[in-house]
């Protein structure tokens, strides 16, 4: 029997496009954001549901499986709210509507029984109750549950973050599979996008609409120019400094404004890694920051991924969300990988 998903909180497809490389048939991502529509459906061969998974119900779900498949449901739901960045302005028993998000894909799971789970999200999502609230749920319901932190350059992701991916079946014990990458072959910046055209700050690939990068103050041209991979602003004389950067709370910050490595793997890519001061985003050797194409490249997403067009145009603060926010590809395509193990193992084909 085959196997086939269904992918809750779906994005622009960086799951689902990692599910479909594995082997694993996706029948449709579900996501609250209708600007991802276009790019989920250009690049995968399934349907996206604008919708909200608070409101989908279990026939809305079990609609989308055809008869004799082996069901999965998948998904990453934001991770906002259980980031080290929210929490550290988070005042003491403040929640967030997205918290629900977690416990409605618990809801989902408890009323459609799927043979397979996977659940992706950010590391610190491990400390919070409604993670051990979303275990608990899988094993009364019979589900085998494995779940651990993952650094994503074993799997393929040439860029230094790390995630949680839990996976669960009720057809036996599942897990992830083996590291596929060690630190003699992680996949580096250079693999990645060593080979791109070179651009200028400002200007645009004459082939590539996305490999674009944002323009540069006089002053930021300057910051780059006196910038080396690897190193800091405090590199910089005194006169390109930032006045935050001399006070007691910039001085914890080295990496802003800072050029990655050739030969490592990227710093974690967020959803404004096309800016210069936001990050270790400024490129290798060019002075400039990171283009769209390049981000999308380090999140893993195939090079000809499209993610909009005259007839969708998406501006970059929408693009950056949509790169940043997704699940990395190369990760995806292992949860694949992993499921179809699994299916192996316990005698089905999947």
């Known amino acids: 029997m085959p196997c086939v998903a269904v992918d809750l909180f779906c994005g622009i497809g960086g799951l689902t496009k990692g599910l479909e490389l594995s082997g694993v048939t996706v029948a449709a991502g579900i996501d609250i954001d209708a600007s991802c529509s276009f790019a989920y459906e250009a690049n995968n061969n399934s349907h996206f549901i604008h919708q909200d998974v608070t409101d989908v119900s279990a026939d809305d779900i079990m609609s989308l499986y055809p008869a004799n498949c082996i069901r999965a449901l998948v998904g990453c739901a934001p991770c906002q ?7 550290r302005y988070r005042k003491d028993g403040q929640t967030d509507d997205k918290w629900k998000l977690l416990y409605s894909f618990a809801r989902i799971i408890r009323e459609t029984s799927p043979d397979i789970v996977s659940m992706e999200n950010v590391p610190d999502l491990s400390n919070e109750t409604v993670f051990c609230d979303f275990i608990n749920s899988l094993v009364e319901l019979g589900y085998n549950v494995e779940w651990r932190v993952v650094y994503c350059p074993e799997y393929g992701v040439p860029q230094n973050r790390k995630r949680l991916v839990l996976l669960a079946s009720n057809l036996g014990k599942i897990s992830l599979v083996q590291a596929m990458y060690n630190p003699d072959n992680y996949p580096t910046v250079r693999d ?15 082939n590539d609409p996305l490999h674009k990068a944002c323009s540069l103050s006089e002053i930021n041209l300057r910051r780059i120019q006196n910038s080396v991979p690897g190193g800091t602003w405090r590199d910089w004389d005194e006169s390109l400094q930032l006045r935050c950067h001399k006070k007691n709370s910039g001085k914890t910050y080295p990496s802003v404004y800072g050029r990655m490595n050739w030969d490592e793997p990227s710093p974690t890519i967020t959803t404004q890694f096309y800016g210069y001061g936001n990050g270790r985003f400024g490129h290798p050797e060019q002075d ?3 283009s769209l194409r390049e981000g999308a490249i380090l999140q893993s997403f195939p090079r000809n991924y499209i993610f909009d067009d005259d007839l969708h145009p998406a ?8 790169i940043g926010n997704a699940v990395p590809v190369e990760l995806g395509r292992a949860i694949g990988i992993s499921i179809k193990k699994h299916l192996q193992e316990v005698g089905l084909n999947g």
């Open 192 to 206: 990645a996008i060593g080979n791109l055209p070179p651009i200028g700050a400002g200007e645009q690939d004459a």
């Open 81 to 87: 709210p259980f980031s080290k960045y929210t929490k």
């Open 315 to 322: 501006n970059r603060r929408e693009l950056g969300i949509h």
């Open 288 to 290: 400039r920051a990171l």
